[in-house]
C-alpha cells in the first residue's frame, strides 16, 4: 500500500495524511448551508439523544437528510440529493486512495463511493460500540475531522486485536479507514456549545452481489445514497 497505513497490526484499519486544503470547500459548505441552522433554538433538541433523529433539510439546490442510530446524540448529515452527493464525492477523488482499497475489497472495475456525511455533536454522554459492516461486507468507511476539534472533543475509542480498549486522536491532516471486524465508538465527552463536527463517507465494491451484506448496515444510513453498481439507491434493476 502506498498510503495507508495500518492503524495496529490485526486490525481492520488504517489511517492516511492529506492536505487539509482539500476540506475547504466542504468547510464553505458546512458554514454556509449548516452550521447557522444547526446553531438555532429550534434545533437544539436535535443534541438531546432523546429520540431517534429522521428529518430533511434543503437549502437552495443543496439537500441533506438528518438521521441518528437510535437516541445517540450524535447527527449522521447525509447527502440528499446528487447535487450534493457530487460535492463530497469531489473531496473523495482527490485523494486518490482508491488504489490502496482496490487491495482490500473484491471489485471489478473501480471503487464506489455510497455516501458522504457531516457527523455532527455536541456531546456524548455513553460509548456506544458498534461495527460499521459485517464479515465480508467489502465496504469500508472513512472518517476525519471537518475542522480543528477542541481539546474535549471526544475521539476515536477502539479495540484492539485483544479487545483491548485504545484511543485514536482525530488529526485535521489525517484520515482513519476501516473495515469490517473493527469495533469502535466516539469517546464520551461533555456537552459544549461549539459543534463538533466530523467528515465521512462510504465507500468500496462495484459489485452488487455484496449488496446483501453492506445493506444491513449502512442500507438505511440515508435516503440518497450510490449502490455498488453506480446507481442511486431505489431507482435501478441490478437488484431485487
Known amino acids: 500500500m502506498k498510503q495507508l497505513q495500518q492503524l495496529e497490526p490485526g486490525l481492520n484499519a488504517y489511517k492516511f495524511n492529506f492536505d487539509s486544503a482539500l476540506l475547504v470547500p466542504l468547510q464553505k459548505l458546512f458554514e454556509a448551508s ?34 441518528s442510530y437510535g437516541t445517540a446524540p450524535l447527527l449522521w448529515i447525509s447527502n440528499n440529493n446528487a447535487h450534493t452527493y457530487n460535492i463530497f464525492k469531489t473531496f473523495m ?15 471489478e472495475n473501480k471503487i464506489e463511493v455510497y455516501c458522504g456525511f457531516f457527523v455532527v455533536g455536541k456531546g456524548m ?10 464479515d465480508g461486507a467489502q465496504g469500508y468507511t472513512l472518517i476525519t475531522p471537518l475542522f480543528e476539534l477542541e481539546q474535549a472533543h471526544g475521539n476515536l475509542m477502539y479495540k484492539d486485536a485483544s479487545s483491548n480498549i485504545k484511543t485514536y486522536p482525530y ?70
Open 171 to 240: 488529526k485535521i491532516n489525517e484520515a482513519v479507514v476501516f473495515g469490517d471486524g473493527f469495533e469502535h465508538a466516539t469517546e464520551p465527552y461533555a456537552k459544549t456549545d461549539n459543534l463538533r463536527v466530523m467528515l465521512s463517507f462510504t465507500f468500496g465494491t462495484d459489485k452488487i452481489e455484496h449488496w446483501d451484506t453492506l445493506k444491513k448496515t449502512i442500507g438505511e444510513q440515508s435516503n440518497y445514497m450510490i449502490l455498488p453498481c453506480g446507481h442511486q439507491k431505489g431507482m435501478c434493476d441490478c437488484y431485487n
Open 93 to 107: 477523488d482527490k485523494l486518490n486512495i482508491t488504489g490502496d482499497i482496490k487491495a482490500l475489497v473484491d471489485f
Open 125 to 134: 454522554d455513553r460509548a456506544t460500540w458498534h461495527k460499521d459492516f459485517q
Open 34 to 67: 449548516l452550521k447557522e441552522r444547526l446553531n438555532r433554538d429550534g434545533y437544539a433538541y436535535l443534541f438531546d439523544g432523546l429520540n431517534q433523529i429522521n428529518i430533511q433539510i434543503t437549502n437552495e439546490e443543496l439537500k441533506y437528510h438528518i438521521t
